[in-house]
T-cell receptor, first 114, second 113 residues
Framework: GQQLNQSPQSMFIQEGEDVSMNCTSSSIFNTWLWYKQDPGEGPVLLIALYKAGELTSNGRLTAQFGITRKDSFLNISASIPSDVGIYFC??????????????FGKGTKLSVIP | ETGVTQSPTHLIKTRGQQVTLRCSSQSGHNTVSWYQQALGQGPQFIFQYYREEENGRGNFPPRFSGLQFPNYSSELNVNALELDDSALYLCASMYAGATDTQYFGPGTRLTVL
């Protein structure tokens, strides 16, 4: 089945530093999504990427959909304490019969040191 | 807020019991998916419902079943609970045919003893 390799698994950074995390896949996806999850809550959508090569920003967040459609990265600039959480990449693929399946990476746990 | 709600928030069951979890989709969304998230892992796709029919399933046994109602609310049922079923269960809704984006509810934390 499809698998997403997300790295790094965890990061400890100083407040104000930039952060970069990425995801690679053995399969092609139609859409890449980046989510953030706080403890005890559901994932919250940060950025959605729909076209190969697309570069999209959302405030301090920037993400790109790889040209091969098998990878994506997420950058966070000038990190702040509220950026703490677990970041997930997810690939969306149409699997036939009207079914859309979302496959997640294992997450990157971000800790920000004030 | 995503407009997706789930109930209950937490639930404790014993092995062998059955459980029903509920989800209310975001208004206008006709597709709902359910995910299981074990501790320290990413969510795993269980199944998807579109117009009250299951139209996609992940690697989960038949004792995981679901329903979607005309008002786009849905249920996840798990029979013969096992200890490994302890997890956060998430539902996510979308409007099929629009942008490929799913919006998640806050989840139900199920503990099986």
């Amino acid at each position: 089945g499809q698998q997403l390799n997300q790295s790094p698994q965890s990061m400890f950074i100083q407040e104000g530093e930039d952060v970069s995390m990425n995801c690679t896949s053995s399969s092609i996806f139609n859409t890449w999504l980046w989510y953030k999850q706080d403890p005890g809550e559901g994932p919250v959508l940060l950025i959605a990427l729909y076209k190969a090569g697309e570069l999209t920003s959302n405030g301090r967040l920037t993400a790109q959909f790889g040209i091969t459609r098998k990878d994506s990265f997420l950058n966070i600039s000038a990190s702040i304490p509220s950026d703490v959480g677990i970041y997930f990449c997810a690939g969306f693929a149409y699997s036939g019969a009207g079914s859309y399946q979302l496959t997640f990476g294992k997450g990157t746990k971000l800790s920000v040191i004030p | 807020e995503t407009g997706v709600t789930q109930s209950p928030t937490h639930l404790i069951k014993t092995r062998g019991q059955q459980v029903t979890l509920r989800c209310s989709s975001q208004s206008g969304h006709n597709t709902v998916s359910w995910y299981q998230q074990a501790l320290g892992q990413g969510p795993q796709f269980i199944f998807q419902y579109y117009r009250e029919e299951e139209n996609g399933r992940g690697n989960f046994p038949p004792r995981f079943s679901g329903l979607q109602f005309p008002n786009y609310s849905s249920e996840l049922n798990v029979n013969a609970l096992e200890l490994d079923d302890s997890a956060l269960y998430l539902c996510a809704s979308m409007y099929a045919g629009a942008t490929d984006t799913q919006y998640f509810g806050p989840g139900t934390r199920l503990t099986v003893l």
